[in-house]
T-cell receptor, first 111, second 117 residues
Framework: KNEVEQSPQNLTAQEGEFITINCSYS?????LHWLQQHPGGGIVSLFM???GKKKHGRLIATINIQEKHSSLHITASHPRDSAVYIC?????????????FGKGTHLIIQP | AAGVIQSPRHLIKEKRETATLKCYPI?????VYWYQQGPGQDPQFLIS???????DKGSIPDRFSAQQFSDYHSELNMSSLELGDSALYFC????????????????FGPGTRLTVT
């Protein structure tokens, strides 16, 4: 079973700051997901990646397969970015396997 | 665009009762996943179905069962409910007709919040 570690667990920053959230995992994966969860519970998929880098708006996700590490960056952070960001991985068997989740990073962006 | 639909959104049950949660995947998605997220916990994978067959099994208690129907919707049946079953239950769906090299991207529903009293 994969072990997924995220850091930091909690992060408070000022509006406009550049944010980095890190994720590491223990065994090979088919893909890594970055998810966003707002208070009240709904989960939104931000990125799914297995190599390199993806960008969507102010969000950037990178992954290093050799080092088993991924980062999520938020540029020009805004209070509406406040949420829990969760890293989740799919096992290398692929298919319709369930995801293994990290414990999440609670991000608060203060105006 | 259509999203994953879960019903009910909130459910209150007493101990030892049964509950049924429903999940309607995105149209043309053929795979459904169930996750359980306890208070302050990270989501835990319960079970998944592809083409009405169980595909992968996680930490689903024996008191729970699930199935996927011919229209691809899925139901999670929970019996002999315990206080510890109080959680947010997420359903996600994916499409194997668009696997890519990354496997199958999962799209999450809004969740059903189950409270057992």
């Amino acid at each position: 079973k994969n072990e997924v570690e995220q850091s930091p667990q909690n992060l408070t920053a000022q509006e406009g700051e550049f944010i980095t959230i890190n994720c590491s995992y223990s065994v090979g994966i088919s893909a890594l997901h970055w998810l966003q969860q707002h208070p009240g519970g709904g989960i939104v998929s931000l990125f799914m990646l297995s190599s390199g880098k993806k960008k969507h708006g102010r969000l950037i996700a990178t992954i290093n397969i050799q080092e088993k590490h991924s980062s999520l960056h938020i540029t020009a952070s805004h209070p509406r970015d406040s949420a829990v960001y969760i890293c989740a991985v799919g096992d290398s068997g692929g298919g319709a396997d369930g995801l293994t989740f990290g414990k999440g990073t609670h991000l608060i962006i203060q105006p | 665009a259509a999203g994953v639909i879960q019903s009910p959104r909130h459910l209150i049950k007493e101990k030892r009762e049964t509950a049924t949660l429903k999940c309607y995947p995105i149209p043309r998605h053929d795979t459904v996943y169930w996750y359980q997220q306890g208070p302050g916990q990270d989501p835990q994978f319960l079970i998944s179905f592809y083409e009405k067959m169980q595909s992968d099994k996680g930490s689903i208690p024996d008191r729970f069962s699930a199935q996927q129907f011919s229209d691809y919707h899925s139901e999670l049946n929970m019996s002999s409910l315990e206080l510890g079953d109080s959680a947010l239950y997420f359903c996600a769906s994916s499409s194997t007709t668009r696997p890519g090299l990354l496997g199958y991207e999962q799209y999450f529903g809004p969740g059903t919040r189950l409270t057992v009293t």
